[in-house]
T-cell receptor
């Protein structure tokens, strides 16, 4: 158990809908990262927040947005969902803001299925 | 464009064998290379490498970075069935780029 929690574990929804994924980092970690893992794309970095501020952006679609709250939990919002958004969404956390030099601890993931 | 290439994509060995997994990269603003093991769930951290030529070791696993060759290897000696997993390499700064992974299967 990494100490990172994600809810829900599974989510099934329809195309065009909007969903929110939630992540609570390990105690003491200030950075939260979001990743998407699909069969054809592998693990893709989406976005990083550090202490409430956006720190780095990866391959995140405009239909997706995220935020980190004062208590450091984070939410990833996915809207106008398409079939291709079906994937496993991981959240990871690290102590500081340097994603490349901090060990990232991954949560168990949220499996999103868009029908 | 930044890229991380892992090889082989898939590997099947028998218990007791030694394996070497490769990761090569082309990224801007390199700060570190990380290795993760992913079984059925989330990736778990193995190593972080920032300096060239310094081997990191944990039990039967070891890894080394070659910044001149822009590559890293992950060695697993005396493999066990529990080593069966996908091994992921990630490189970069804040924008971590992952390779496609090497799927290792260790047969009894």
């Amino acid at each position: 158990d990494s100490g990172v929690t994600q809810t829900p574990k599974h989510l099934i929804t329809a195309t065009g809908q909007r969903v929110t994924l939630r992540c609570s980092p390990r105690s003491g970690d200030l950075s939260v990262y979001w990743y998407q893992q699909s069969l054809d794309q592998g693990l893709q970095f989406l976005i990083q927040y550090y202490n409430g501020e956006e720190r780095a952006k990866g391959n995140i679609l405009e239909r997706f947005s995220a935020q980190q709250f004062p208590d450091l939990h984070s939410e990833l919002n996915l809207s106008s969902l398409e079939l291709g958004d079906s994937a496993l969404y991981f959240c990871a956390s690290s102590v500081a803001g340097g994603g490349g030099t901090d060990t990232q601890y991954f949560g168990p993931g949220t499996r999103l299925t868009v029908l | 464009e930044d890229k991380v290439v892992q090889s082989p994509l898939s590997l099947v060995v028998h218990e007791g064998d030694t394996v070497t997994l490769n990761c090569s990269y082309e990224v801007t603003n390199f700060r570190s290379l990380l290795w993760y093991k992913q079984e059925k769930k989330a990736p778990t951290f193995l190593f972080m490498l920032t300096s060239s030529g310094i081997e990191k070791k944990s039990g039967r696993l070891s890894s080394i970075l070659d910044k001149k060759e822009l590559s890293s290897i992950l060695n697993i000696t005396a493999t066990q069935t529990g080593d069966s997993a996908i091994y992921l390499c990630a490189v970069g700064n804040n924008d971590m780029r992952f390779g496609a992974g090497t799927r290792l299967t260790v047969k009894p």
